[in-house]
């Protein structure tokens, strides 16, 4: 019988399915009439402004752990409120956490949601440091307790990609809306074997993928485009994945592309081509876009299970 239940296994107490590296915060959402925002002395926020727990990473990890995955994340935090909301979040979703300290705070965000659901996200990069740095043993112990490793593009995780190659385990990783140019981004595209993107920034998103499959390790590269679906390159051959309706109205799109990537990962970790975990994530990444901004939830195993078995868009 499946169960959404997720697992609380933590890395010392044995095996864990996926290692989530990064990407650890909260944001602040704030729903406003229109994006873009025109000028204006003030606004009236009907909806509130909310804080809470729930970044790229943390989003990734809730994703995992919805669909019965034991799921660890490792991250820097702040001894701070914002690190307090991060460390509640894990607890809740009974997801294995090695929180790191932060002297600099806890990462945060501003995310601005429309009313279609659209997001404009500011990023607080004061809450990093340049010389911030995973320890490797602890990096090195956590990662080869694990099936597989979700790396985020977040600080301290390029300087860990070296580690984290040397152990063999496989890699993910999201280079979000990458330009296919920003050589920041080009050593967690060339590390992962699993790469996804955005195709939002794209001019050719064949081009691209292809190019991180020829010069990386990766077999396995998608770009998701919304309500286009996504663009599914896998050992050669260029596939389209038709985009999923989602099971309600349209509220966030704010970490519909964690939802796809935990999906697919599932999927590859249960061995199912790539083709389904394409769809497994559309799926997931469907259901994201009806979760209201002001909550961190995730499609479960049965749900997910169950709009697979139905028929295909």
Same mark, same amino acid.
């Given at each position: 019988?499946?169960?959404?239940?997720?697992?609380?296994?933590?890395?010392?107490?044995?095996?864990?399915?996926? !290692?989530?590296?990064?990407?650890?915060?909260?944001? /602040?959402?704030?729903h406003?009439?229109?994006?873009?925002?025109?000028?204006?002395?003030?606004?009236? +926020?009907?909806?509130?402004?909310? /804080?809470?727990a729930?970044?790229?990473?943390?989003? *990734?990890?809730?994703?995992?752990?919805?669909?019965g !995955?034991?799921?660890?994340?490792l991250d820097?935090?702040?001894?701070?409120?914002?690190?307090?909301?991060?460390r509640?979040?894990?607890r809740e979703?009974?997801?294995?956490?090695?929180?790191?300290?932060?002297p600099?705070? /806890?990462?945060?965000?501003?995310?601005?949601?429309?009313?279609?659901?659209?997001?404009?996200?500011?990023?607080?990069?004061?809450?990093?440091?340049?010389g911030?740095?995973?320890p490797?043993?602890?990096?090195?112990? !956590?990662?080869?307790a694990?099936?597989?490793?979700?790396?985020? +593009?977040?600080?301290? =995780?390029?300087?860990?990609?070296? *580690?984290?190659?040397?152990?063999?385990?496989?890699?993910?990783?999201?280079?979000?809306?990458?330009?296919?140019?920003?050589?920041?981004?080009?050593?967690?595209?060339?590390?992962?074997? *699993?790469?996804?993107?955005?195709?939002?920034?794209?001019?050719?998103?064949?081009? /691209?993928?292809?190019?991180? %499959?020829?010069?990386?390790?990766?077999?396995?590269?998608?770009?998701?485009?919304? %309500?286009?679906?996504?663009?599914?390159?896998?050992?050669?051959?260029?596939?389209?994945?038709?985009?999923?309706?989602?099971?309600?109205?349209?509220?966030? &799109?704010?970490?519909?592309?964690?939802?796809?990537?935990?999906?697919? !990962?599932?999927?590859?970790?249960?061995?199912?081509?790539?083709?389904? =975990?394409?769809?497994y994530?559309?799926?997931?990444?469907?259901?994201? =876009?009806?979760?209201?901004? &002001?909550?961190a939830?995730?499609?479960?195993?049965?749900?997910?299970?169950?709009?697979?078995?139905?028929?295909?868009?």
């Open positions: 019988m499946r169960t959404d239940a997720p697992r609380t296994d933590a890395a010392h107490t044995g095996t864990v399915d996926v !290692l989530v590296l990064g990407g650890a915060g909260v944001d /602040t959402i704030v406003v009439p229109e994006l873009p925002l025109p000028y204006a002395d003030s606004y009236m +926020i009907d909806s509130g402004i909310r /804080t809470r729930g970044q790229t990473g943390d989003f *990734v990890a809730v994703g995992l752990a919805a669909l !995955l034991r799921t660890h994340h820097l935090l702040g001894d701070d409120p914002e690190g307090d909301l991060v509640a979040l894990h979703h009974g997801i294995g956490l090695s929180a790191l300290p932060q600099a705070g /806890t990462r945060r965000a501003v995310n601005l949601v429309g009313p279609d659901g659209r997001r404009l996200s500011l990023y607080d990069t004061s809450r990093s440091r340049p911030d740095r995973f490797e043993d602890t990096l090195r112990a !956590l990662a080869t694990s099936r597989h490793v979700h790396v985020t +593009i977040t600080q301290p =995780c390029a300087e860990a990609l070296p *580690v984290l190659t040397a152990t063999g385990v496989p890699l993910s990783t999201d280079l979000h809306d990458w330009d296919g140019e920003n050589p920041y981004h080009e050593p967690f595209a060339y590390a992962a074997d *699993v790469v996804f993107l955005s195709a939002a920034a794209l001019a050719d998103p064949e081009r /691209t993928l292809r190019r991180i %499959a020829e010069r990386g390790r990766a077999r396995t590269v998608v770009a998701t485009a919304g %309500a286009r679906g996504a663009y599914l390159l896998a050992d050669g051959e260029l596939t389209r994945v038709p985009a999923e309706t989602p099971p309600a109205p349209v509220v966030d &799109s704010n970490g519909a592309g964690d939802a796809f990537a935990a999906a697919f !990962l599932y999927g590859r970790l249960a061995g199912e081509p790539p083709e389904t =975990c394409a769809r994530g559309a799926l997931a990444g469907a259901y994201a =876009c009806t979760v209201p901004a &002001s909550r939830d995730a499609m479960g195993r049965d749900r997910l299970l169950d709009a697979a078995a139905g028929p295909r868009p």
